[in-house]
């Protein structure tokens, strides 16, 4: 447009220049044809810039509606200035990150062979450590080891959320097995806290609630609320209570509905001021200033990013020292469902 509009000044000057040769040097000359003239020249002007300033517009808002979007617009925009530098540089952008990514994919398959083989001497180091005759140290070699079990198996799930192609295995689960599954997972830590589990309706064994979802990262969801209500459980008497609510969807015809599954303790609680950044990542908040717990800010990132991934939605709501209630949206299957 810049050019346009110089092209315009120019065009200008050479017409006003011409209109001064000919009041001052030619002097038998007939005004009203330099007038006549210089309103034709003005007039082009004025339609040449009239014209490229639309075209400036329109283009200006067709950049405007594409910026939004996550892939790259140049290749949509046609030909423009410098549109050959603009592609180089892209192409020379996206190796740079393959190869970044290519690295990313290589360190994660690396970690997941490394915790496959961590996990083999540390469950020989579980079964090895029941034989020790020393009751205290035993206890405190089976808490550490825990500790590092169930680091390493998060670890595991963290790399293979990452990875490009989500494994995912959506069929109809029990949803009493899940809970099941994850309780036991942390039950060591549970039972050394002499936490009360409270199951509620919905959850029981005998309900025998259907839902869809991956039963495995469904687990490891719920893992993640288990030993964040373990980890920040402050209370002589702690307790975990697990219960559902159904939320029935607009039309009756419909083969699932959607059901809420809550997870509340009583612990520490969250302040007003953590609670809309507790799902981001590496977001320790007052744990980090207080050194009072040792967290990455990571459980929870990874908890929303799977819950993401399964198509369910993660919400929260706490008081600062009395519960933290978590809850999941899950898909509900029909009772008669054959499977």
């Given amino acids: 447009m810049k050019q346009?509009?110089?092209?315009?000044?120019?065009?200008?000057?050479?017409?006003?220049?011409?209109?001064?040769?000919?009041?001052?040097?030619?002097?038998?000359?007939?005004?009203?044809?330099?007038?006549?003239?210089?309103?034709?020249?003005?007039?082009?002007?004025?339609?040449?810039?009239?014209?490229?300033?639309?075209?400036?517009?329109?283009?200006?808002s067709e950049i405007k509606s594409l910026l939004p979007t996550d892939d790259i617009i140049f290749t949509e925009l046609g030909e423009f200035e410098n549109r050959d530098i603009t592609a180089h540089d892209v192409?020379?952008?996206?190796?740079?990150?393959?190869?970044?990514?290519?690295?990313?994919?290589?360190?994660?398959?690396?970690?997941?062979k490394w915790c496959h083989e961590l996990k083999l001497p540390l469950s020989a180091s579980l079964i090895m450590n029941e034989k020790q005759k020393d009751i205290q140290l035993r206890a405190s070699m089976r808490e550490q080891?825990?500790?590092?079990?169930?680091?390493?198996?998060?670890?595991?799930?963290?790399?293979?959320?990452?990875?490009?192609?989500?494994?995912?295995?959506?069929?109809?689960?029990?949803?009493?097995?899940?809970?099941?599954?994850?309780?036991?997972?942390?039950?060591?830590?549970?039972?050394?806290?002499?936490?009360?589990?409270?199951?509620?309706?919905?959850?029981?064994?005998?309900?025998?609630?259907?839902?869809?979802?991956?039963?495995?990262?469904?687990?490891?969801?719920?893992?993640?609320?288990?030993?964040?209500?373990?980890?920040?459980?402050?209370?002589?008497?702690?307790?975990?209570?697990?219960?559902?609510?159904?939320?029935?969807?607009?039309?009756?015809?419909?083969?699932?509905?959607?059901i809420i599954l809550y997870i509340e303790d009583n612990g520490e609680?969250?302040?007003?001021s953590d609670m809309r950044h507790i799902f981001e990542k590496g977001y320790t908040g007052a744990n980090r200033r207080n050194a009072k717990y040792k967290s990455t800010g990571m459980g929870l990132y990874m908890a929303a990013k799977t819950a993401n991934a399964l198509d369910s939605e993660i919400g929260v709501e706490s008081v600062k020292g009395e519960y933290t209630r978590f809850s999941i949206r899950l898909e509900k299957c029909s009772e008669n469902i054959i499977y």
């Fill in 269 to 272: 609680g969250i302040s007003d």
């Fill in 145 to 258: 080891l825990e500790c590092m079990k169930r680091q390493t198996d998060m670890l595991l799930q963290g790399c293979r959320l990452q990875s490009p192609i989500l494994d995912l295995d959506i069929k109809v689960t029990r949803l009493s097995e899940c809970i099941k599954t994850s309780i036991k997972n942390n039950q060591f830590f549970l039972i050394q806290k002499n936490f009360t589990i409270d199951i509620g309706a919905g959850v029981k064994s005998d309900d025998d609630t259907l839902i869809y979802t991956d039963a495995g990262w469904l687990v490891y969801i719920l893992d993640q609320f288990i030993s964040n209500a373990v980890k920040y459980s402050d209370k002589p008497e702690p307790y975990i209570k697990i219960w559902t609510e159904n939320m029935g969807k607009n039309s009756d015809s419909v083969a699932c509905r959607e």
């Fill in 4 to 60: 346009h509009i110089t092209r315009a000044i120019a065009a200008t000057l050479i017409c006003a220049a011409y209109s001064l040769y000919f009041i001052f040097l030619v002097k038998s000359a007939d005004l009203k044809y330099l007038i006549y003239i210089d309103f034709l020249i003005m007039l082009c002007v004025a339609a040449d810039l009239a014209y490229h300033a639309l075209r400036y517009l329109k283009r200006k």
């Fill in 91 to 112: 192409s020379v952008l996206q190796q740079r990150l393959q190869r970044q990514y290519d690295d990313s994919l290589e360190l994660q398959d690396y970690v997941a």
